[in-house]
């Protein structure tokens, strides 16, 4: 199986800050990637998908980039509605592993 | 409006068996799969297994194979996944998830189940 890393585990940064989170795969996943956000108590929802397009409603200060084996996700100018837990995942090839996750929170 | 309605929380003993059902609307049941993807608490996100609603075809995570089963029901377009054995570390969120071609994009509120004797 292919397995995900995160960095950094959690991070503290102000309102309007950029912030941005990295994902390396274990092996080449092409850009079959996904970023997640989960709010406290809260199901995931999908931000990003295929590492780059932003899914349908969300804001454009987040987005993703990368190919292969490393991967960014970037808040451009953080929003205090941002605050929570951010999870890239690969979905190809099988089976789909979560990364351990990056807590944001306000400084 | 696309929706996923999970069952309620349950209290399970070590031993018992699970069934969650989650209740799709708002598009074609048949077009997508089911993804199941549970969180332990204070966890991350675990993968568990997909189904296609079409066809009924599984795909399971090695950790879950052999405890794990996933149905889906087209005619009340529910999905269900069932979990046999249930130990203490079972207690988690579990989520159904909408999937096409291995993106998740509409998820259900989570069902917490909670194993203890």
């Known amino acids: 199986d292919i397995q995900m890393t995160q960095s950094p585990s959690s991070l503290s940064a102000s309102v309007g800050d950029r912030v941005t989170i990295t994902c390396q795969a274990s092996?080449?996943?092409?850009?079959?990637l996904n970023w997640f956000q989960q709010r406290p108590g809260k199901a995931p929802k999908l931000l990003i998908y295929?590492?780059?397009n932003l899914e349908s409603g969300v804001p454009s200060r987040f987005s993703g980039s990368g190919s292969g084996t490393y991967f960014t996700f970037t808040i451009s100018s953080l929003q205090p509605e941002d605050i929570g837990t951010y999870y890239c995942?690969?979905?190809?090839?099988?089976?789909?592993?979560f990364g351990p996750g990056t807590t944001v929170d306000l400084k | 409006q696309v929706q996923l309605v999970q069952s309620e929380a349950e209290v399970k003993k070590p031993g018992a068996s699970l069934k969650v059902s989650c209740k799709a609307s708002?598009?074609?049941?048949?077009?997508?799969?089911i993804t199941w993807v549970r969180q332990a608490p204070g966890q991350g996100l675990e993968w568990m297994g997909w189904?296609?609603?079409?066809?009924?075809?599984?795909d399971y995570a090695r950790k879950f194979q052999g405890r794990v089963t996933m149905t889906t029901d087209t005619s009340t377009t529910t999905a269900y996944m069932e979990l046999r054995s249930l130990r203490s570390d079972d207690t988690a969120v579990y989520y159904c998830?909408?999937?096409?071609?291995?993106?998740?994009?509409?998820w259900g509120q989570g069902t917490l189940v909670t194993v203890s004797s």
């Open positions: 998830a909408r999937a096409r071609l291995g993106i998740n994009d509409y």
């Open positions: 708002g598009y074609t049941f048949n077009t997508y799969g």
């Open positions: 189904i296609s609603a079409y066809n009924g075809d599984t």
């Open positions: 092996q080449d996943v092409s850009i079959y």
């Open positions: 295929a590492a780059s």
């Open positions: 995942q690969h979905y190809d090839p099988y089976p789909p592993h």
